[in-house]
Nanobody, 123 residues
Framework: QVQLVESGGGLVQAGGSLRLSCAAS????????MGWFRQAPGKEREFVAA????????NYASSLKGRFTISRDNAKNTVYLQMNSLKPEDTAVYYC????????????????WGQGTQVTVSS
């Protein structure tokens, strides 16, 4: 019900910042939670952050809280992930995801995925 396209990835030095964008189209964007996940080489996909429709609630992976900030602009059909103080361990393909519900806490509800954008953090 929703199509997602990520952008904004690239190569950055450790300690630097990037802002990822997720352009969404379809009927669910304005109604349901959105999130970001990432997958490093040889590892499973992991949860990064989620945000509800009204953008008054957010959910972050514990290890990323304080460095990453998720936001959304429903008028622009866009979700953002601001990443600061990047570390080499943050290197991964970052995926935007749409939930089938309004909950930012039920991670299994995130079932629609973009193609991903590569983030590489050099030391």
């Amino acid at each position: 019900q929703v199509q997602l396209v990520e952008s904004g990835g690239g190569l950055v030095q450790a300690g630097g910042s990037l802002r990822l964008s997720c352009a969404a189209s379809g009927r669910t964007f304005s109604n349901y939670a959105m999130g970001w996940f990432r997958q490093a080489p040889g590892k499973e996909r992991e949860f990064v952050a989620a945000i509800n429709w009204s953008a008054d609630s957010t959910n972050y992976a514990s290890s990323l809280k304080g460095r990453f900030t998720i936001s959304r602009d429903n008028a622009k059909n866009t979700v953002y992930l601001q990443m600061n103080s990047l570390k080499p361990e943050d290197t991964a393909v970052y995926y935007c995801a749409a939930s089938g519900s309004s909950s930012i806490w039920i991670i299994s509800n995130f079932r629609s995925w973009g193609q991903g954008t590569q983030v590489t953090v050099s030391s």
